[in-house]
């Protein structure tokens, strides 16, 4: 059985694994106060999550977590495209001190079944539903079988964005919360954290894939808010917690590769945050057709939405609430300049007074792609076909 690059590198010393424990501790109770509070329940003196149900996206080298939320009463779950497998040098010891730690820290959970994992490793798969796939594909999970999702430092790693938030909203109960903890900068340079911004898509994928999605998918917070909105969650709250430094954006901004050169400063900096996001009820589809789109110029399109022309952006302010979608997938970034769509393309759109502007993900013909155009309005909640 191969063992996990981590444990080959870990200097072992109880200090380290007391570190181990305090973390899995402070993150397990941070997950249960921010679901009992999103869902209305109680977090006073700890919270109460009796009865619920908890997903835990990319749970890393234990299940310490989740294990606490065990203890405060939830239902829990995980799943992992790659679960770190048990380790006899150190999973006993990690949940012997975690039992011990957490029970005198938090004295309303029940630590005695965690405590019994250590003898009997078994325990830990009757106390964790645990799944190994990649979480943008259809899980084993039930519709509708959890009443929030959270993950710490995971939803960066995972290239099919898209797909795993369709199934997180398959698997979350209407009006059940995300609470995610996200990076969004380059895992490889610290100091440097929007670097990876500049290299050339063709390029980078090679370099996600050999490293597993180590180095991040790039997707930007607000564009990640997008793509849970166009699944039907709404973004609740979207909280900063790591800015970059204002002075090197800039000065690597020319660099940046078209897509996010013109984003504003305030998005570029946010290189850390935590959303909020709750499933509302499923979007509703109008049938309505709409005509055909014409070709403007070079990768641009144009489809006429008299109907929305009052939602349009305008001089003033970009305003449109509405997401483009190929296919079901969210394209972008939407509110671009019209001539960055006509040279550049690649699903770059913009809803302008009553048109529709916009460009197909490879920039290929719409008409003759095959493939499926919908707009949806996110203030109302209604997609429409083209």
């Not at 969650?233 to 002075?247: G, H, K, P, Q, R």
């Not at 070079?298 to 190929?326: F, K, M, Q, T, Y």
């Amino acid at each position: 059985m191969a063992i996990h690059p981590y444990f080959e590198r870990r200097e072992e010393s109880d200090g380290q694994l007391a570190d181990e424990v305090d973390l899995a501790i402070r993150g397990g109770l941070e997950y249960a106060s921010h679901v009992a509070t999103r869902i209305g329940l109680s977090a006073v003196p700890a919270p109460d999550l009796n009865g619920k149900a908890i997903l835990e996206i990319g749970p890393g080298l234990n299940l310490g977590c989740v294990l606490i939320c065990h203890a405060l009463g939830a239902r829990v779950a995980v799943v992992d495209k790659y679960l770190v497998r048990w380790n006899e040098d150190y999973h006993p010891r990690f949940y012997a001190m975690l039992a011990e730690q957490a029970a005198a820290r938090i004295p309303s959970g029940d630590f005695s079944a965690i405590a019994a994992i250590g003898a009997d490793p078994d325990r830990l798969l009757e106390l964790v539903e645990c799944e190994s796939s990649d979480v943008g594909s259809r899980t084993a999970f039930a519709d509708g079988q959890f009443d929030a999702t959270v993950s710490n430092a995971a939803l960066e790693h995972i290239a099919d964005v898209d797909g795993m938030l369709a199934e997180l909203a398959r698997v979350t109960r209407p009006e059940g919360v995300g609470i995610h903890q996200v990076d969004f900068r380059d895992h490889s340079h610290n100091d440097r954290p929007l670097d990876f911004l500049t290299i050339p898509d063709e390029t980078y994928a090679e370099v996600f894939e050999a490293s597993n999605g180590g180095g991040g998918n790039r997707v930007r917070a607000g564009e990640l808010a997008d793509r849970f909105r166009a699944q039907g969650f709404t973004v609740e709250e979207i909280e900063s917690n790591l800015l970059a430094d204002a002075d090197y954006v800039e000065s690597v901004r020319p660099q940046l590769l078209p897509r996010w050169r013109d984003l504003p400063l305030e998005e570029l900096r946010r290189i850390g945050a935590r959303l909020y996001v709750r499933k509302t009820e499923a979007i509703s589809r109008d049938q309505r057709r709409l005509l055909s789109p014409t070709h403007d110029a070079g990768h641009c399109w144009i489809v006429s939405l008299p109907d929305l022309a009052h939602l349009g952006d305008c001089d003033r302010e970009s305003r449109s609430p509405l997401v483009l979608l190929e296919d079901g997938a969210p394209l972008g970034p939407g509110h671009t300049l019209h001539d960055d769509i006509r040279e550049l393309g690649s699903g770059r759109y913009s809803h302008w007074g009553p048109n529709l502007y916009f460009s197909t993900s490879d920039n290929s013909n719409p008409l003759a792609n095959g493939r499926r155009y919908e707009i949806v309005n996110l203030d109302r909640d209604t997609t429409t076909r083209t």
